[in-house]
């Protein structure tokens, strides 16, 4: 069922930071710092970006604020969260959205299918109601 949301890949700047980018290319001539192991470090390390990966993705917050690295990859929505729970880091300059992979509930093949259809009927009450858009910006996007 789905997608109930998006993963945003988002390159984070520190807080009034002037750096622009308009394609992921342009992010080439920075250091960016990522979560060890994680799909969107990944990712840049393979195309040959400049990726200082750490274990501890909430310290990457606090690095962009002192300068050790440029730009922060993570999701759109978790990034800014886990700026201000883990480095007490608000206000990150989201710079560039460079890709999106949507997120569907998963159920077990065995599921009933009436509760598939009650699964499906919420969802959708809660599209046309405007309730799902009211949580989705409740969340800063």
Do not use: C
């Amino acid at each position: 069922m789905g997608p109930l949301s998006s993963i945003e890949w988002t390159l984070f700047a520190k807080p009034g930071s002037s750096i622009e980018l308009n394609t992921l290319d342009d992010a080439h001539r920075y250091q960016i710092g990522g979560y060890k192991g994680d799909v969107m470090t990944n990712f840049l390390i393979d195309k040959g970006f400049d990726v200082s990966s750490i274990s501890n993705n909430g310290l990457n917050a606090r690095r962009l604020v002192q300068d050790q690295i440029d730009l922060w990859v993570a999701d759109g929505l978790a990034g800014p969260y886990l700026a201000a729970d883990a480095s007490d880091v608000t206000g990150l300059e989201r710079v560039l959205v460079f890709r999106e992979t949507p997120m569907y509930l998963a159920v077990h093949k065995d599921t009933a299918p009436e509760i598939l259809q009650a699964l499906n009927k919420s969802y959708q009450a809660l599209v046309e109601s405007g309730e799902k858009e009211t949580i989705s910006r409740s969340y800063g996007f």
